[in-house]
């Protein structure tokens, strides 16, 4: 079978975490390859995300390992048997690899927490406010492709209505409250449908004011998504170029950190319920209204 020369963030997860674990475990790539007969180059291509390993064989070294945990186990089992087909497939080559993981890796999710200072995040967006940011961005170029990332992005948002939806938890820098894509109406529209989507029952979201007091050194927005019944979790990171996956337990633990303290820092979440209306108490929704109704 020829070498992938372009593996997915799912096929080099479960390469890294094979890697991790024979590290752990102190064996060579000779060492553990000769526990499945398999040798060292193939072995290097399996921990690279290159190629596949059969679901037999990779239990097999999971145990020649040592690890004991079978949740784990088999959560690296359904890395390596699912196919990763979805709606997104019909996008690939003419969208980045990088947006094709991350519509897959949020279609797996069982939870999503996330931090944004400059906009409102992807899966909230609304149609409009979508179209205004990618007609001033770089990274489209003519109205064909700027019709592709809206409705790709537009499709994103599925996840948060299947009938077993993730966990939505977000903290929203008061910043991208005030930035303007498109006219006063298409904001307007935007902010209103950030209130309607914190209705759902599933779906947490807090707005750091610029008063917020203590806040975490963090200059990138991020999500945090879990999968696999939250044994799996990955952070992606938007850079101006790229975007970015991480995996190893040290930067999720880091991220884990940083967005408690957000979260921590940041205004009660919304919530429009009659008994949650306190006068004396500054919370998101207040926030959100002040800026409606005080500039839009």
């Not at 930035?179 to 529209?189: E, L, N, P, Y």
Request: with cysteine.
């Amino acid at each position: 079978m020829a070498l992938r020369t372009n593996p997915t963030e799912r096929q080099r997860r479960l390469g890294a975490e094979l890697r991790r674990l024979r590290e752990q475990a102190g064996l060579t790539l000779h060492e553990a390859g000769a526990l499945i007969d398999m040798g060292r180059v193939h072995l290097t291509h399996v921990e690279g995300g290159r190629t596949a390993i059969p679901s037999d064989r990779l239990r097999r070294l999971c145990e020649g390992y040592g690890c004991t945990s079978v949740p784990f186990i088999e959560a690296l089992v359904s890395l390596a048997e699912d196919k990763g087909k979805g709606w997104w497939s019909g996008y690939k080559g003419t969208m980045p690899a990088a947006v094709l993981d991350l519509a897959e890796l949020e279609s797996r999710a069982v939870g999503l927490r996330s931090y944004e200072s400059l906009f409102i995040p992807g899966i909230f967006q609304s149609e409009d406010y979508t179209r205004a940011i990618f007609r001033v961005s770089d990274m489209v170029t003519n109205p064909s492709e700027i019709d592709r990332a809206v409705e790709f992005r537009m499709l994103r948002q599925a996840a948060l209505t299947t009938e077993d939806p993730p966990t939505v938890h977000t903290v929203i820098h008061e910043a991208a409250l005030h930035m303007r894509f498109g006219s006063s109406a298409v904001t307007r529209k935007q902010l209103l449908r950030l209130v309607e989507l914190a209705e759902l029952p599933h779906v947490t979201i807090q707005i750091l004011p610029f008063t917020a007091d203590g806040l975490p050194m963090v200059k990138t927005p991020f999500n945090l998504i879990a999968s696999h019944g939250g044994i799996l979790e990955t952070i992606q990171l938007d850079h101006a170029s790229q975007s970015m996956f991480l995996h190893d337990p040290d930067s999720v633990a880091q991220y884990r950190r940083h967005f408690d303290r957000l979260r921590g820092v940041a205004l009660p979440p919304v919530d429009t319920s009659p008994s949650a209306v306190r006068h004396d108490v500054r919370d998101s929704l207040g926030l959100i209204q002040h800026i409606l109704y005080g500039h839009y």
